[in-house]
C-alpha cells in the first residue's frame, strides 16, 4: 500500500502565493514521477503540472510561469509553489504519484482563491 499526504492548501486572495506539499510513503516501488492535477466544480480533473525522475517538468499552459514543481530532498516529497493566483485557479488539488508505472492519488487538498 501507498499512502500519499497533501497538505499546504487553503484560502488565498488574487495575487497571492500558496505551497502545497505531498509526501509519499508505504510500499513504494521505483519512482517514475510525480505531478499535481486539479478538479474544479463542474469540470474535468486537469494535469497542472508533472515532474519525471530525470527532472524534466510539464506544465499547463495556464499556470506556466506561474506555478513550479518540485520534488524535496525526501525523493518521495512533491511541491507545488502556486504564485499570482487567480480565481481560476480555485479547485482541489490532488497529488499523482507514479511508482512501478502504477498511479497512485492523495485525497486532495482545497485551493481557493478569492478576494
Known amino acids: 500500500q501507498v499512502q500519499l499526504v497533501e497538505s499546504g ?3 488565498v486572495q488574487p495575487g497571492g502565493s500558496l505551497r502545497v506539499s505531498c509526501a509519499a510513503s508505504g510500499s513504494i516501488g521505483t519512482l517514475n514521477g ?3 492535477y486539479r478538479q474544479a ?3 474535468q480533473r486537469e494535469l497542472v ?3 519525471i525522475t530525470g527532472g524534466s517538468t510539464d506544465y499547463a499552459d495556464s ?5 513550479t514543481i518540485s520534488r524535496g530532498n525526501a525523493k518521495n516529497t512533491v511541491y ?3 504564485n499570482s493566483l487567480k480565481p481560476e485557479d480555485t479547485a482541489v488539488y490532488y497529488c499523482n ?3 512501478d508505472y502504477t498511479n497512485y ?5 482545497q485551493v481557493t482563491v478569492s478576494s
Request: overall charge positive; cysteine-free; charged content about 10%.
Open 34 to 36: 510525480m505531478g499535481w
Open 49 to 51: 503540472a508533472f515532474i
Open 80 to 82: 507545488l509553489q502556486m
Open 41 to 43: 466544480p463542474g469540470k
Open 105 to 109: 492519488w492523495g485525497q486532495g487538498t
Open 63 to 67: 499556470v506556466k510561469g506561474r506555478f
Open 97 to 99: 504519484v507514479v511508482f
Open 9 to 11: 492548501g487553503g484560502l
